[in-house]
């Protein structure tokens, strides 16, 4: 009888079929791994999924009005140098947003002619997260301003008296329009973005003792600090932060039909350095304060106050208007400041001469596509809402437009050029985003264009103006993907992708939902 049982046997049976096999694969093995190689190479390899971009299209015919167009297909990236190459590792400002002014004229006009429920749906539309316009800042008029139906500032007294206390500090000229229009746009988007400007100090502060010209009296400084701080903190109390803050509207200009005051950069030095930077930074709640709130033609103003070390501590960025100068001015003074933000508060378009063939490509290209290469960080358009005779107004522009127009008869919206400008923007172009480096090729090819990359998704919009009146093919490389389209003349186009196909669907459950500000980002 055999003592090492039947187990042991197996175990050797095993043993030997296992040698065997060993020997044959290595004996077959180089045959078997020719076939496999022979079979794939006659198999079709599998193509990555490229990622579909999204296309809207306005044209300044008015054809095309923010039009969904049929999506492109990428492809793979090609030897062929493309028209624009779109780098997402050089990033340059994140953006804050896009939006227009809540002048007097424009709060008056919403509350007094149109019904509560046009009023709630126009609120939707503007501030309203995507599809929506998802309008993200707003400007407003501490006291009066040209398009306001009186004068008046909060702290008006009877001629030749003072109140440097500010006992008669009030905001009841506010109450009825301006407040509860804010108020009502805050419930729809929290995050909205303030800044505030003052046209004119109290009259019994100026030499002139009128709201219409004059200067601020050296000894009504401090006053005027705490008049702006009362202010904030008033309106906070009202529910509405104010995020930044300018000492005054257009200081370098005189009006003679509306309220104003000139204010040098000496002024306004003076009085950040002495007085309103240091009592702001002793607050809790951080409202930032912006130099000079004026055109591009004259850098060296904010360079003035930028310069005195006292102040520029103080101040978190420029605002700039659109109305004389190069928006390239803004790049100057980044240059010699990169601490310092860029915005553009003000800039209106209007029933002129020159724009008698629209204003689409001008706000799309102009103010836009250069101002944000120009560093801006945030783009405020002047008044939302105007009526059909541009008003209502006291003094100043009598042919401004409005983003929208409200008919005063009737109600009827009608949106304006400037208001698909705008929208080719903020619909797609999400606070946080951060503008990325794209080739420049306005000058040379008729085709201004700025890139960004959001920072929910991960997704990639580039805005492209085509200037000229013939269409033009234009390429586009970002990574290792390309696609072509033909731009129509004189159009704007907005183009949306996500290099990872993933975050392309979440992005669009995600506005599916209305929460597109979820950051959702996959890599």
């Not at 202010?231 to 009202?238: A, M, S, W």
């Not at 930028?306 to 659109?322: E, I, T």
């Amino acid at each position: 009888m055999d003592e090492r049982g039947p187990d042991s046997g197996r175990v050797a049976a095993i043993f030997v079929a296992l040698i065997s096999l060993l020997t044959l694969a290595a004996l077959y093995a180089p045959g078997l791994e020719q076939s496999r190689l022979a079979a794939r190479a006659a198999t079709p390899a599998i193509q990555p999924i490229m990622p579909a971009v999204e296309v809207w299209l306005s044209t300044a015919d008015h054809r095309q009005k923010l039009a969904a167009q049929p999506g492109i297909v990428m492809s793979a990236r090609g030897k062929t140098s493309a028209d624009i190459t779109i780098d997402l590792d050089a990033k340059y400002q994140t953006i804050t947003g896009f939006g227009a002014a809540m002048t007097d004229a424009s709060a008056w006009l919403i509350r007094n002619r149109l019904t509560e429920s046009q009023r709630q749906a126009l609120f939707r539309e503007l501030y309203g997260p995507p599809p929506n316009l998802n309008f993200n800042m707003m400007r407003l008029t501490i006291g009066a301003s040209d398009f306001s139906l009186n004068l008046y500032t909060l702290d008006d007294i009877p001629f030749g008296e003072s109140d440097p206390q500010l006992r008669y500090f009030n905001v009841a000229p506010n109450l009825q329009d301006l407040i509860p229009t804010v108020r009502d746009i805050l419930a729809i988007n929290p995050g909205l973005l303030i800044v505030a400007s003052s046209w004119s100090a109290p009259a019994w502060m100026k030499d002139s003792q009128n709201l219409i010209g004059g200067e601020l009296l050296e000894e009504h400084e401090e006053a005027y600090a705490d008049y702006l701080i009362k202010y904030l903190d008033t309106y906070r109390g009202h529910g509405i932060p104010i995020y930044a803050l300018t000492l005054q509207n257009e200081p370098g200009y005189s009006p003679i039909s509306y309220p104003g005051m000139l204010m040098g950069p000496e002024t306004r030095a003076r009085i950040i350095a002495n007085y309103l930077g240091p009592k702001l930074a002793k607050r809790r709640s951080r409202t930032r304060i912006l130099d000079w709130d004026h055109n591009w033609s004259h850098p060296e103003q904010p360079l003035a106050v930028l310069a005195s070390s006292a102040a520029a501590r103080y101040v978190d960025g420029v605002a700039w208007h659109c109305y004389e100068g190069s928006q390239h001015a803004q790049g100057r003074v980044h240059r010699d400041h990169p601490d310092k933000d860029t915005f553009i508060t003000e800039c209106s378009g209007g029933d002129w001469p020159l724009s008698v063939n629209g204003e689409l490509l001008w706000f799309a290209r102009n103010l836009l596509v250069t101002g944000t290469r120009q560093w801006a960080r945030g783009v405020i358009y002047w008044n939302l809402a105007l009526d059909e005779t541009h008003g209502p107004h006291f003094g100043g522009c009598t042919l401004c437009n409005g983003v929208i127009t409200i008919d005063s008869g009737t109600g009827a919206i009608t949106r304006t050029d400037e208001y698909y400008a705008l929208a080719h923007f903020s619909r797609f172009v999400l606070p946080g985003a951060a503008r990325v480096q794209s080739t420049d090729t306005d000058a040379d090819k008729g085709i201004a264009n700025v890139a960004f990359e959001n920072a929910t998704d991960g997704s990639v919009v580039l805005v492209m103006v085509n200037i000229r009146k013939s269409a033009r093919t234009v390429a586009v490389d970002q990574g290792q993907f390309h696609f072509e389209y033909l731009m129509p003349p004189e159009s704007v186009a907005t183009f949306v992708w996500n290099p990872n196909a993933a975050g392309m669907w979440i992005r669009r459950v995600l506005q599916w939902l209305g929460r597109p500000d979820i950051p959702v980002r996959t890599e």
